[in-house]
């Protein structure tokens, strides 16, 4: 189970690894995709509204131009529109200096300010009206729904992100629980089995890896110890009965030894007896021989 929690470990961070930086480029594409959106947008906008703007200057003066400005501000849902004089004092760009350069050459800028609900992005489209004046039509557009965007992007890409991890580790868990720590019971078991004694019964481990190999190799090996230790016992019986016929023959030539030895120790006095009884008995011995006889025969 060690295993299996080791792989487990090593797949969450693997994974939590990928995920993450998978998420937080998405993020930033989405971010780079919406800042390109809101940027070309509103330097649409303030084309076409500065063409405006400067044609109704051209036919119907500044108070025209002005209230177009104002009706444009007015009604822009996303957007505060204002006009801009470049050296006037009063309404004047909140541009950084190289931005304000570019604007003075006719080109339109952007950029990003502090406003008072976050940040914001700024578009200048520059117009030179007649006298030879330059102003122009400055666009703020609040960045809080980019943020918001952002704040939601985050959010799902955190929930896929936890969703999918824990798809991969509940899939990491399932495929580890079956195919390495049931095994590795099993395997270890065995292993004990062995080192007990018991060499019956073979693993049933079908898998075709690493562990199935070992496995086979278990069953292979106590199969060859069940054959040793089969073979070493018919040895050792082999044995036991040959020290045992050795010893039954020492036995027997003890006993050969023992009735020579009583044989010689009783056949001499025996023979005496015999003889002088046999002498008794044939007449051959008269008078105080006989006597002697009797006494050497007692």
Same mark, same amino acid.
């Given at each position: 189970?060690?295993?299996?929690?080791?792989?487990?470990?090593?797949?969450?961070l693997?994974?939590?690894?990928?995920?993450?930086?998978?998420?937080?480029?998405?993020?930033?594409?989405e971010?780079?995709?919406?800042?390109?959106?809101?940027r070309?947008?509103?330097?649409?906008?303030?084309?076409?509204?500065?063409?405006?703007v400067?044609d109704?200057?051209n036919?119907?003066?500044?108070?025209?131009?002005?209230?177009l400005?104002?009706?444009?501000?007015?009604?822009?849902?996303?957007?505060?529109?204002?006009? #801009?004089?470049f050296?006037?004092?009063?309404?004047?760009?909140?541009?950084?200096?190289?931005?304000?350069?570019?604007?003075?050459?006719?080109?339109?800028? &952007?950029?990003?300010?502090?406003?008072?609900?976050?940040?914001?992005?700024?578009?200048?489209?520059? #117009?030179?009206?007649?006298?030879?004046?330059?102003?122009?039509?400055?666009?703020?557009?609040?960045?809080?729904? %980019?943020?918001?965007?952002?704040?939601? /992007?985050?959010? %799902?890409?955190?929930?896929s992100?936890?969703?999918?991890?824990?798809?991969?580790?509940?899939?990491?868990?399932?495929?580890?629980?079956?195919? #390495?720590? +049931?095994? /590795?019971?099993?395997?270890?078991?065995?292993?004990? +089995?062995?080192?007990?004694?018991?060499?019956?019964?073979?693993?049933p481990?079908?898998?075709?890896?690493?562990?199935?190999?070992?496995? %086979?190799?278990?069953?292979?090996?106590?199969? &060859?110890?069940?054959?040793?230790?089969? +073979?070493?016992?018919?040895?050792?019986?082999?044995?036991?009965?040959?020290?045992?016929?050795?010893?039954?023959?020492?036995?027997?030539?003890?006993v050969?030894?023992?009735?020579?030895?009583?044989?010689?120790?009783?056949? /001499?006095?025996?023979?005496?007896?015999?003889g002088?009884?046999?002498?008794?008995?044939s007449?051959?011995?008269?008078?105080?021989?006989?006597g002697?006889?009797?006494? #050497?025969?007692?």
């Amino acid at each position: 189970m060690r295993l299996t929690a080791k792989l487990i470990l090593a797949i969450a961070l693997s994974s939590l690894l990928i995920l993450g930086v998978n998420g937080y480029l998405r993020v930033e594409r989405e971010l780079d995709l919406f800042d390109l959106d809101t940027r070309r947008d509103d330097a649409y906008v303030g084309r076409l509204l500065a063409r405006a703007v400067g044609d109704a200057w051209n036919v119907s003066g500044e108070h025209a131009a002005a209230a177009l400005v104002s009706e444009a501000d007015q009604t822009a849902q996303h957007l505060r529109v204002r006009w #801009i004089w470049f050296d006037r004092s009063g309404d004047r760009p909140r541009l950084d200096e190289p931005l304000l350069a570019k604007a003075r050459r006719g080109e339109v800028v &952007q950029q990003r300010v502090a406003d008072p609900d976050g940040n914001a992005l700024l578009t200048l489209v520059p #117009i030179e009206v007649p006298g030879g004046q330059l102003g122009g039509i400055e666009l703020t557009e609040s960045l809080a729904d %980019r943020d918001r965007y952002i704040r939601t /992007t985050i959010r %799902r890409s955190l929930l896929s992100t936890a969703t999918l991890l824990l798809a991969l580790v509940s899939a990491a868990l399932a495929a580890g629980l079956v195919f #390495i720590a +049931r095994p /590795t019971r099993a395997l270890v078991a065995k292993a004990r +089995r062995i080192a007990a004694g018991d060499l019956e019964g073979p693993l049933p481990l079908r898998q075709r890896d690493e562990l199935g190999d070992l496995a %086979r190799e278990l069953n292979r090996m106590s199969d &060859q110890l069940a054959v040793a230790r089969a +073979r070493t016992a018919a040895e050792t019986e082999s044995r036991i009965a040959a020290v045992e016929q050795l010893r039954h023959a020492d036995r027997l030539s003890t006993v050969g030894r023992l009735a020579s030895g009583v044989a010689h120790e009783l056949g /001499t006095p025996l023979n005496v007896i015999g003889g002088r009884a046999q002498m008794i008995a044939s007449g051959e011995l008269h008078g105080d021989d006989i006597g002697d006889s009797a006494r #050497i025969i007692h």
